[in-house]
T-cell receptor, first 118, second 113 residues
């Protein structure tokens, strides 16, 4: 099946620094990718939709200047947490549907990135 | 607004016993319904899905789920649980063809030897 990778798998940073998380579709192209955030023992919350070649679409309540998304190519989307604070500590997960497919069942998830802000 | 409720935070069953994980959704039309499993270090894996048609759907790893419109439920079942089934299970609803998924809070399954 299709594979989505994330890098890094785990990152610890100091408060005030910025952290970049990469999401790659390894064997397929994805014009759209999704970024989710998962708090401990809680569900995945959709943060934004990353669109190749255009601006990301953010969900209500998500600060676009805080969480910068760049979909540089058909296989790579990056999420940059700017000026990170301890409350940004979370598990960030990306997903990518197969390009050109309209049904919602062909979405592949990355393994997630654990961000800890000290 | 769409929502998904998984009332059980965690469930413990003995290996070989049957399993049912509950999921209730709130959505005006017929939703797309999914069950995913999340294991440590692994991405979410799709177990099964319901779009339309037969309300009893079969998935991978011996799982099945039944869509009951009258109860707004989509419960996941397995007749005999294996130790490798221990993981976090998420029910999700897809509201339209934009791929956006709304997840329930998850149910952690523990399997006793």
């Amino acid at each position: 099946g299709a594979v989505v990778s994330q890098h890094p798998s785990r990152v610890i940073c100091k408060s005030g620094t910025s952290v970049k998380i990469e999401c790659r579709s390894l064997d397929f192209q994805a014009t759209t990718m999704f970024w989710y955030r998962q708090f401990p023992k809680q569900s995945l919350m959709l943060m934004a939709t990353s669109n190749e070649g255009s601006k990301a679409t953010y969900e209500q309540g998500v600060e676009k200047d805080k969480f910068l998304i760049n979909h540089a190519s058909l296989t790579l989307s990056t999420l940059t947490v700017t000026s990170a604070h301890p409350e940004d500590s979370s598990f960030y997960i990306c997903s990518a549907p197969l390009a050109g497919v309209t049904s919602t069942d062909t979405q592949y998830f990355g393994p997630g990135t654990r961000l800890t802000v000290l | 607004a769409q929502s998904v409720t998984q009332p059980d935070i965690h469930i413990t069953v003995s290996e070989g016993a049957s399993l049912e994980l509950r999921c209730n959704y709130s959505y005006g039309a017929t939703p797309y319904l999914f069950w995913y499993v999340q294991s440590p270090g692994q991405g979410l894996q799709l177990l099964l899905k319901y779009f339309s048609g037969d309300t009893l759907v079969q998935g991978i790893k011996g799982f099945e789920a039944e869509f009951k419109r009258s109860q707004s439920s989509f419960n996941l079942r397995k007749p005999s649980v294996h130790w490798s089934d221990a993981a976090e299970y998420f029910c999700a609803v897809g509201a339209d063809s934009s791929y956006k998924l709304i997840f329930g809070s998850g149910t952690r399954l523990l399997v006793r030897p």
